[in-house]
């Protein structure tokens, strides 16, 4: 089963968030955060977005489900 990006967080709290919503609405998600090296000295520090994964068959619906929360 192929997995799909259906939101992105800039922390963990919020993707959590994100899946207790979907799973409220049936739908089976997933928190991932890609791995990025955090080594660059002397630079900004970066914002590496955690990632709200969801099977590809629900990635509409999952979508439907987080443009309604948004809109409240």
Request: net charge negative; charged share 30%.
């Amino acid at each position: 089963m192929r997995e799909v990006v259906v939101a992105k967080t800039s922390d963990r709290n919020s993707a959590e968030f994100v899946v207790a919503r979907l799973r409220d609405g049936g739908i089976v998600a997933r928190v991932t955060a890609p791995v990025e090296p955090t080594w660059t000295m002397g630079s900004p520090t970066r914002v590496t977005p955690v990632e709200v994964r969801v099977a590809e068959d629900k990635a509409a619906e999952a979508r439907a489900i987080l443009d309604e929360a948004q809109a409240e």
